[in-house]
DNA sequence: TATAAAATAGCGATTTTGGGTGATGCAGTC
DNA sequence: GACTGCATCACCCAAAATCGCTATTTTATA
């Protein structure tokens, strides 16, 4: 028996879940309530396994209920219901800790699918809904292959200490080497980088490459 | 009539890929392979919407092909096929950009629906991979809310600009302030950051914050 | 071994920066 | 009205960084 609860501001929507959960024999409701204040609290001897939370909600929202939820109760399978799908949405609930995402348009077997699938370890979605997720884990990965400039190793580690905020005289000692040849250095890494400041340095390598 | 191709190197397989393309009266075989050479040039003249690619292929695998045609034809969606649902392999296939990730117990149907979708925007995937692609998502992306630093719009201005490669001069033009102004700011940004100087600032900005 | 690339180093000039100190105006708050 | 935070600006000074040019030693490698 699955014990769910349910976070929904709209009265009719969260009656409606609750008698879902009560008709099916693998789903028990163990918890309704209109917003997400003191969900904690709410849910402290509830011993639930999943949760239906809306993004949407007065006082306290579904995203911020998800991140103190999860920070209290991590193993809580958390199942966010939305109209909208908004990337700002999806990112902070992905951010905060939920382990699906499902539109409101959803038919009611397909909730009760959703909450057997979160439970044995997937992440029920949406086709449209994945495809946001996948543009932003690319938007988030930067692209390791496509540049090398060419950097010497020492060059590489003369820009890594640079990166770790070292001056040319840290690195020097660092590097047993003369100031002098750290200036040098750096004369090539900007020459390679196309770049003409330590902060640009920086910036570039830490955006596309090493460190 | 979506004009659909395949690579996969199971003649079995392809031939009920082939005979379930047919079957349905929206889709249509353009293509079967049994590998990914050539893979370009083998959809030159096809003008093919979707592909459905095995990953483990001989010679060419599906992520190379992948890559190699995103690359010549963007607007194709790429719809990988596995038996194996390993994270190097999705990692790998979503930045290839394939734009949905069945496992090859799909059902058939299944199969038909997934097409649909991706043509129309989607990104079909099963829970279980959609949860790999959220675990992978959290992987990247940087905990952002940590920290604040209590810096002021215009620092976080003057910061965004510095971390662009500016100098104190160039941020100035381009916040029509003084230098001094900016000096100051950078000052109060070094204060709150605790660091001393640009080259730190910029990395930590980049490393955990905005930007 | 001849050659090229990389690492090392130095000098000099100029610009940029980091820090110190202090001051003004403006908005909000108690 | 006093107080505070923010943004603005100024002046000074020393340290750091940037840039140009040159040059030697070491290392890799064809």
Redesign the pocket.
Known sequence: MIRVAIFEDNKHLRETYEILLSISDQTQCVGSFPDGRNAVAKLKNTACDVILMDIEMPNVNGIEATTAIKKEFPQIHILIQTAFFDDEYIFHALCAGASGYLLKSTKPEGIIDAILEVVSGGSPMTPSIARKVIDLFKSNVQIRQTSEY?L????KKVLQLLVDGK???MI?TE???????I??????I?AKLHV????EAVALALREKIV
Chains 1, 2 share one sequence.
């Open positions: 060419n010497t190793n020492q060059e001056s040319y005289k020097a590097l047993f080497v003369s100031i002098d040849t200036k040098s250095h750096m004369r090539n900007y003409h400041s330590g902060t």
